[in-house]
C-alpha cells in the first residue's frame, strides 16, 4: 500500500474484509468518495473507535458495548436453556430465527487441533462454571456441521454431560460445511425444532 495511492489503500483495506473482493471493494471505495466527508469523517471514526467501545459480555461474551449484553438483560428468556455458537454472527442468525428464547455463550471459535486450537484456547470453562452456577438445564450445541463443529460439540457432551445437564445438538438443517450466518430463517428454525441429544 502506497499512501502516494489513497484510493489504492483504501480499496487494499477493504478487500480484507471478509466477504469483500477488489471489484465491491473498488465500489465501496468510490460511493465514499462521491458521500459527504461528513460520512467518510463518521465512518473513520467509528472504525477507530470499534475495539474501545465494543466488549465481550461478561456472561455469554457477545459484543456489546457494556457488561452485558441486550439478550443477557432480557428478562423474558428461558434461563434454563444456552445455545452454544462459534461467533456473533451465528448468534444473529438464530436470533433472526426467532426459533430460541434461550441464553447463548459464544465460544469465539472451534477446537481445532491441527491448527493448535484446544480446550485451553476456547473459553469452555467460562462455560462449564455458568453450568455448575445457573440453574441450566439443557445446552444446546450450535457449532457449524464442519469437521472442527463436530470436534467442539463432542467435547462439549463429553465435558458438560456429568454435571447433569442434557446436552443436545442442532438437527442437520444446516448443510455439512455450512454457516450459520449465511443460512436461511426456514433452516436455522428446523434445525433448532429438530436437535437431538449428543
Do not use: W
Not at 12 to 34: C, Q
Not at 37 to 57: D, E, N
Request: aromatic content about 4%; glycine content about 10%; proline content about 6%.
Amino acid at each position: 500500500m502506497s499512501h502516494d495511492d489513497p484510493i489504492g489503500e483504501l480499496v487494499a483495506l477493504l478487500s480484507r474484509l471478509p466477504g469483500i473482493g477488489e471489484r465491491t471493494a473498488t465500489r465501496l471505495a468510490h460511493h465514499v468518495l462521491s458521500a459527504d466527508p461528513a460520512y467518510a469523517q463518521a465512518l473513520g471514526a467509528s472504525l477507530a473507535a470499534v475495539h474501545a467501545r465494543v466488549v465481550k459480555c461478561e456472561r455469554c461474551a457477545n459484543f456489546c458495548g457494556g457488561p452485558l449484553c441486550r439478550i443477557c438483560q432480557d428478562t423474558t428468556r428461558d434461563d434454563a436453556v444456552v445455545c452454544v455458537v462459534a461467533r456473533v454472527p451465528d448468534l444473529g442468525a438464530i436470533e433472526k430465527s426467532a426459533s430460541f428464547r434461550g441464553r447463548y455463550h459464544v465460544l469465539h471459535g472451534l477446537l481445532a487441533p491441527l491448527d493448535g486450537v484446544g480446550p485451553d484456547q476456547l473459553p469452555l470453562d467460562a462455560l462449564v462454571r455458568r453450568v455448575e452456577r445457573e440453574a441450566i438445564k439443557e445446552v444446546v450445541v450450535a457449532t457449524p456441521l464442519s469437521v472442527e463443529g463436530e470436534a467442539t460439540a463432542l467435547y462439549l457432551a463429553e465435558v458438560l454431560r456429568p454435571r447433569g445437564v442434557r446436552v443436545s445438538r442442532i438437527a442437520s438443517g444446516i448443510p455439512h460445511g455450512g454457516e450459520l450466518e449465511y443460512a436461511d430463517q426456514v433452516t436455522v428454525g428446523r434445525a433448532f425444532e429438530g436437535r437431538r441429544e449428543l
